[in-house]
């Protein structure tokens, strides 16, 4: 089956530093991919849908020169939170979608802890 | 855009018993009804789901019930175990697939 791979799973930083997370799928491309966050005990908010090639697509609200998402490729997509502070602690999760079957192009990656202290 | 409204947010039943999470949605167009299992500090994984062509599914102690008149539907869990203990998520989405979540159900199975 489809495999998302996210790296890493926990993160510390010190405030005012930039983290980058990667998303990869395995063995399927993925046109498009899907970066979440989830605050503990909360449902997963989609923060911005991104294309290989193109511009990502960012939900209300979400600042996108925060938040830099870069699709590369097929297969790789990326997550930069820019001078990070306490409040965007969190556990970030992105999904991959694409392929034959693109109702059901929905595989998660396995998320990434990250604190800002 | 559409809105997924879950229920409970909190359910803990006994070893056995049956547990019935339930979600309404908004938009009439949305037709792929996932449910999702996330177990603390993982990754939600697809339990399963439903296509709005049919009225129900059923995948051995898992079913899930769908009336697109109403507008909701219903995870069932029967024989729950103790390893069933996770957020349960449901979801909604159109043919766009990217789907909007459920606020998310913990659900506490006592030996």
């Known amino acids: 089956g489809a495999v998302v791979s996210q790296h890493p799973s926990r993160v510390i930083c010190k405030s005012g530093t930039s983290v980058k997370i990667e998303c990869r799928s395995l063995?399927?491309?993925?046109?498009?991919m899907f970066w979440y966050r989830q605050f503990p005990k909360q449902s997963l908010m989609l923060m911005a849908t991104s294309n290989e090639g193109s511009k990502a697509t960012y939900e209300q609200g979400v600042e996108k020169d925060k938040f830099l998402i870069n699709h590369a490729s097929l297969t790789l997509s990326t997550l930069t939170v820019t001078s990070a502070h306490p409040e965007d602690s969190s556990f970030y999760i992105c999904s991959a979608g694409g392929g034959i079957d693109r109702v059901r192009g929905y595989t998660f990656g396995s998320g990434t802890r990250l604190t800002v202290v | 855009g559409e809105n997924v409204e879950q229920h409970p947010s909190t359910l803990s039943v006994q070893e056995g018993d049956s547990a019935v999470i339930k979600c309404t949605y908004s938009?009439?167009?949305?037709?792929?009804f996932p449910w999702y299992k996330q177990e603390l500090g993982k990754r939600p994984q697809l339990i399963i789901d439903i296509r709005s062509n049919v009225g129900e599914k059923k995948d051995q102690r898992i079913a899930v019930t769908l009336n697109k008149t109403a507008k909701h539907f219903s995870l069932h869990i029967t024989e729950t175990q103790p390893e069933d203990s996770a957020v349960y998520f449901c979801?909604?989405?159109?043919?766009?697939?990217?789907?909007?979540f459920g606020r998310g159900t913990s659900l506490i199975v006592h030996p």
């Open positions: 063995d399927f491309q993925a046109t498009t």
């Open positions: 938009d009439s167009a949305s037709n792929y």
């Open positions: 979801a909604a989405s159109t043919g766009s697939y990217i789907p909007t």
